[in-house]
Nanobody, 119 residues
């Protein structure tokens, strides 16, 4: 199991920017797919952005062109740069790691960080 610690959340006005960071402990980081999910009040958790070990990315349609996910394998971090934020981006954002150890697939989560966008 790996440990994931998110940071960078906070309160921002609509149109502003925030940068979230996820620090992942453990030797499997470089081979893991890392994703950011979010859960807004009263809604189901949704995928925001994902980056594979090879650097391939995909985004939710609602954030394309506004959010950018990146990873630094030397620092074991994955960042989510969020721009042009909207009130509907308000949610708890959580970092997720998926990786294999032998024949077993693991799926670990961080505690989450609150992002609040005021109108």
């Amino acid at each position: 199991q790996v440990q994931l610690v998110e940071s960078g959340g906070g309160l921002v006005q609509a149109g502003g920017s925030l940068r979230l960071s996820c620090v992942v402990s453990g030797p499997t980081f470089s081979s893991a797919t890392i994703a950011w999910y979010r859960r807004a009040p009263g809604k189901q958790r949704e995928l925001v952005a994902r980056i594979t070990s090879g650097g391939n990315t995909n985004y939710a349609d609602s954030v394309k062109g506004r959010f950018t996910i990146s990873r630094d394998n030397a620092k074991n971090t994955v960042d989510l740069q969020m721009t042009s934020l909207k009130p509907e981006d308000t949610a708890v954002y959580s970092c997720n790691a998926q990786y294999w150890r032998g024949i077993y697939k693991y799926d670990d989560w961080g505690q989450g960080t609150q992002v609040t966008v005021s109108s």
